[in-house]
């Protein structure tokens, strides 16, 4: 493509040269500007966002049983993958979004920005390029880093996560001394023109940087270097509460504008609530035995009742990994799970149009998407306290801070660009939420709390979104690692599918998935293969954030 431009480029001259140059001067068209401003490609960054996230964790959801198919035998409820060998890009849309929807892009943003002391947009460019490793290092593993963006080569290398995590580490910094400068261009930037989840404020972004930084801190909980001390500092500068939220909105008018697990995009026919996060609202995992007393108030805005409300919660069922529907091969429509987008909603309720009224919680047309919220500071911070001093006041509070901050999450009433509240006829009431609190699901004192407390109700806090921070938190306890205190797994009632992926020799679990078929499989085979991507148990093979010393 690049020599081809340049042939454009020499042809165009050459021509020029002999008494054509009006006829072909298409950059003097003022209404087809060749270098856009910073505020004209921006918007389009945020939007892509979601591209990946939702995209991607259609699949990714699989693995942390957020949700699983309504069918039996669904590859990747079993941990396995529809990659490599065959020709599929299931799992690499952040891997896109990365190299492709953002990419040069940012760079572009970044490059034109400092030409004109734009040095907001430069900022968060940066900040957004950050995000964008860190969510595809931790994605793949092995990435392409250094070489990204390299010209005149067709062979670009991969290289380890380590390195890749430092990498992260320094466009963060970098994109902080940008965000913090005074001297911007008073003609020339305008952050707010283009930045439709902060507005413009660059006090957020730079709360959202350092939540960037608290992350990449806190993968590292295996290994001997980890500093708790520093994802707690982090965490404090990062978001304070929940209007610190970075949240894309969507208008909704057309197909490409609208929530991608909204119902007029139909992409969650067959996704289903799995009895993992069931167990989790309804008392059975936090509190030890499902009553009316241990019901979470959350649940009722979270998931979708069955028609058949006799089964002891209230008719909140869910799927098992592999197996689909309970007793899905001779019952009828009474004992099958309901779709996210309804109670007793067991298909799609307006495909054919745009309705923000129709769906539920994040599944609506008109609904947000969360990229990083307060509630997961929190509950960040309370296990990085935890990790450093076992249980104590600073890891309970923020616990608490955690659990009360996802409550807000779900009542809040204003979002930006008008877009729908989560919550389902009306928010969840003070007395709903203290009875919660005070039930057995929520420890009352810093003394009884356990890693098992916080990590099930961070769980609770990103599912439906943060598919890809709870699927790092998940591998970072290698799915089934032991609670010191309780000496039960931390993800107490996470369960391995009866028959794992042919795929995954030994019966292993899902570790990372393959990078994007069809630029890396298509292009960029030699490299693939001296990582080891070509062989068939990569995807089961360990991250390095996860490997202990």
Not at 198 to 208: E, L, N, P
């Amino acid at each position: 493509m690049k020599n081809l431009f340049k042939l454009f480029i020499l042809t165009a001259v050459l021509i020029s040269s002999v008494g054509c140059k009006k006829y072909l001067d298409i950059n003097s068209d003022p209404d087809t500007p060749q270098f856009p401003d910073a505020s004209s490609v921006f918007p389009a960054m945020l939007s892509a966002i979601p591209r990946g996230t939702q995209y991607d964790g259609r699949f990714v959801s699989r693995y942390i049983q957020n949700f699983g198919q309504n069918t039996t035998d669904y590859v990747w409820d079993l941990h396995g993958f529809t990659g490599y060998p065959g020709a599929s890009d299931a799992g690499g849309d952040i891997w896109r979004q990365c190299y492709y929807g953002l990419g040069a892009n940012l760079n572009y943003i970044i490059n034109e920005g400092v030409k004109k002391g734009q040095w907001d947009y430069v900022g968060a460019a940066y900040a957004l390029k950050a995000m964008m490793f860190q969510m595809t290092t931790d994605m793949h593993g092995e990435i392409i880093f250094k070489d990204a963006f390299k010209e005149n080569t067709s062979s670009f290398a991969f290289d380890s996560q380590e390195s890749v995590y430092k990498g992260v580490d320094s466009l963060c910094r970098i994109a902080l001394g940008y965000l913090s400068r005074t001297d911007l261009s008073t003609s020339n930037s305008a952050l707010s023109k283009g930045d439709f989840v902060y507005s413009g404020d660059k006090a957020k972004w730079i709360k959202f940087t350092n939540g960037l930084l608290a992350r990449n801190f806190h993968r590292l909980t295996n290994k001997a270097n980890y500093k708790a001390d520093s994802v707690i500092y982090y965490a404090d500068l990062a978001l304070a509460s929940g209007a610190d939220d970075f949240l894309v909105p969507f208008d909704a008018s057309k197909n490409d504008d609208s929530n991608f697990f909204g119902t007029f995009r139909d992409n969650l026919g067959s996704f289903r609530q799995t009895k993992f996060i069931v167990a989790m609202l309804d008392g059975t995992a936090l509190a030890g035995v499902s009553n009316p007393a241990n019901r979470d108030p959350r649940m009722k805005q979270m998931l979708s009742a069955s028609g058949d409300t006799t089964n002891g919660n209230g008719g909140y069922r869910g799927v098992d990994a592999g197996l689909g529907d309970p007793l899905n091969s001779s019952t009828t429509s009474a004992l099958r799970v309901a779709s996210p987008f309804g109670d007793a909603t067991y298909g799609n309720p307006s495909a054919a149009r745009f309705d923000p009224s129709r769906g539920k919680y994040l599944f609506r047309d008109k609904v947000v998407h969360p990229i990083m919220t307060y509630s997961e500071m929190q509950f960040m911070k309370a296990e990085a306290s935890f990790i450093k001093s076992g249980a104590n006041a600073i890891a309970y509070t923020a616990y608490l801070n955690g659990i009360n901050g996802h409550f807000a999450f779900i009542n809040r009433s204003t979002f930006p660009r008008s877009n729908t509240p989560m919550f389902t006829n009306a928010a969840i009431t003070t007395a709903e939420q203290t009875s919660y609190t005070n039930s057995a699901n929520v420890k009352k004192t810093a003394a009884t709390l356990t890693l098992t407390d916080i990590m099930l109700q961070k769980y609770i806090a990103l599912w439906g979104w943060g598919f890809l921070e709870t699927w790092v938190d998940m591998r970072r306890y290698h799915y089934t690692d032991l609670d010191p205190t309780t000496a039960l797994p931390v993800y107490k009632g996470y369960q391995i599918p009866t028959k794992v992926a042919t795929t995954n020799p030994g019966g292993k679990l899902a570790t990372r998935v393959r990078p994007r078929y069809n630029s890396e499989y298509v292009w960029n085979f030699p490299q693939l293969e001296a990582i080891g991507a070509t062989l068939p148990d990569y995807h089961v093979k360990e991250m390095w954030f996860s490997q202990r010393p």
